[in-house]
């Protein structure tokens, strides 16, 4: 029996005694950050009913999908995966498939459509639910719970965190603004923020903990606190936030993403500088340098503005590194516009930049502009000429660190190579060093090799 059910107020059971004591769950996250930290938290609820983690799928009870509905090819990959775990549900009777995160929120019906093997789908609104939905599940048959109303989730919830030094901390969900190539409006929602005092207890609490990274979370960060009622104030919340979160005893590193270059205020890039925990690292998403193509996308800003922001940036803060995100082939690029994306590229000296083809979207304007699309060979064209370019560029930046001596913060063993740690600069750059330290610690490294995505360090 497959029923769909909306719970408002909602109910959690967080403090039940545990049932699943012995079984085993496995999570597996597509997309992003904010996808990344969803999944942290329900392992924390999974962990707290007395389930642990398993890396092999026939061992696992509970099969959690966190979907991403970002790119098309994320939701291809997912209805793909979904198709092959038909098979896993019929040789693990009684293990149960949850399939929650944005493709479920958008397309809960087509999940079902799809794959009627699936034994609960869930939004991303409602979290807190999954152990009643498992309990549902498992005595009554498939169910979908999408809960539609938005709200920031209770820092009350356990969370299983993947890294003991390292964590990320929502400060808001949802997002205000109406970028056409962009789903997460209608998936998640308007902006809400968590309140800065609940924020700053759950920073506490890791910091107690032995965490000595955290990295604040929310689609467009500076907008931070505006629909809060706090005494009328205008001031920009966030960098009142990045000061008081960077003041934490214990916290000696705080990253934040991500800003928007609308939004992205002088007081947000004086608090980064004057707020030692603070890194010198700033995502900035410039997606084209074509102002036609910025309108079209209706990002707010236009390439002048972006400069400007971007050197006021590196005015304010010493030793910026800096990294964009940037769309090729958005629908009506002309090779003109495309010239414009390069010319800024190579002027904006980006530390790195994460570059994407555009994928429409069903749900979104610039999905609809079927007559505009840019045909994929040129497009693919396009994409090899700015990768080309900034890797160029990415290399350049890191040969000008060669020589210098850089605290970094190891991460774990080298996925690349053996008795090699991957490790971070505090600009967020990626150090290779011969050693086997464990993660959390700091080293003092003199940077002596730089490759385009990586630098080799020496412990000094
Ligand atoms: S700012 Fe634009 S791209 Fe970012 S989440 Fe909001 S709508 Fe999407």
């Given at each position: 029996m497959t029923e769909t059910i909306l719970l408002s107020p909602r109910r959690s059971r967080v403090e039940r005694r545990p049932t699943r004591v012995g079984q085993r769950y496995f999570i597996r996250t597509i997309g992003c950050q904010m996808n990344e930290h969803d999944s942290e938290r329900i392992a924390g609820l999974l962990?707290?009913?007395?389930?642990?983690?398993?890396?092999?799928?026939?061992?696992?009870?509970?099969?959690?999908?966190?979907?991403?509905?970002?790119?098309?090819n994320a939701d291809n990959r997912l209805y793909g995966n979904l198709g092959q775990l038909k098979e896993w549900k019929d040789s693990r009777p009684g293990a149960l498939l949850v399939v929650g995160g944005c493709a479920a929120q958008k397309d809960r019906e087509l999940v079902r459509e799809r794959a009627p093997w699936v034994d609960v789908v869930m939004g991303t609104n409602n979290l807190d639910r999954i152990l009643d939905l498992l309990d549902y599940a498992e005595n009554w048959g498939g169910i979908t719970e999408v809960v539609d109303e938005l709200q920031a989730m209770p820092s009350s919830l356990p969370v299983r965190r993947e890294l003991t030094h390292s964590a990320w901390v929502s400060i808001q969900v949802g997002?205000?603004?109406?970028?056409?190539?962009?789903?997460?409006?209608?998936?998640?929602?308007?902006?809400?923020?968590?309140?800065?005092?609940?924020?700053?207890?759950?920073?506490?609490?890791?910091?107690?903990?032995?965490?000595?990274?955290?990295?604040?979370?929310?689609?467009?960060?500076?907008?931070?606190?505006?629909?809060?009622?706090?005494?009328?104030?205008?001031?920009?919340?966030?960098?009142?936030?990045?000061?008081q979160v960077g003041s934490v005893e214990g916290v000696r590193r705080v990253r934040f993403t991500s800003p928007h270059p609308a939004d992205f205020r002088l007081e947000v890039a004086q608090a980064m500088s004057e707020t030692e925990a603070v890194?010198?690292?700033?995502?900035?998403?410039?997606?084209?340098?074509?102002?036609?193509?910025?309108?079209?996308?209706?990002?707010?800003?236009?390439?002048?503005?972006?400069?400007?922001?971007?050197?006021?940036?590196?005015?304010?803060?010493?030793d910026l590194a800096v990294s964009t995100d940037i769309i090729v082939g958005f629908p009506g690029e002309s090779e003109e516009d495309f010239q414009a994306t390069l010319d800024m590229v190579e002027a904006s000296r980006f530390d790195q930049a994460f570059m994407f083809i555009f994928s429409p979207r069903p749900g979104t304007r610039a999905a609809e502009l079927t007559d505009r699309f840019v045909p994929s060979e040129v497009v693919k064209d396009r994409f090899d000429r700015l990768v080309e370019m900034q890797n160029r560029i990415s290399l350049e930046a890191n040969h000008s660190r060669v020589g210098r001596v850089e605290e970094i913060l190891v991460e774990g063993p080298s996925k690349k190579a053996a008795g090699v740690v991957a490790a971070r600069t505090r600009g967020g750059k990626l150090v290779h060093v011969d050693g086997s330290w464990p993660a959390g610690t700091f080293l003092t490294t003199e940077i002596t090799g730089a490759a385009p995505h990586h630098l080799v360090g020496r412990l000094v």
């Open positions: 962990v707290a009913d007395g389930m642990s983690r398993t890396t092999h799928l026939d061992e696992a009870d509970v099969l959690f999908i966190n979907t991403c509905t970002i790119r098309e997002c205000n603004n109406s970028c056409t190539f962009c789903i997460v409006p209608a998936v998640r929602g308007p902006e809400i923020s968590r309140r800065p005092g609940d924020i700053l207890q759950e920073v506490g609490g890791l910091a107690a903990s032995g965490v000595v990274e955290i990295t604040l979370l929310g689609q467009n960060v500076d907008t931070y606190g505006r629909d809060l009622a706090l005494g009328g104030r205008r001031r920009p919340l966030f960098a009142e936030l990045l000061r890194c010198e690292q700033l995502h900035l998403p410039l997606q084209s340098g074509s102002d036609r193509v910025l309108a079209a996308m209706h990002r707010g800003y236009n390439v002048t503005r972006y400069r400007q922001k971007l050197e006021m940036a590196r005015a304010t803060i010493p």
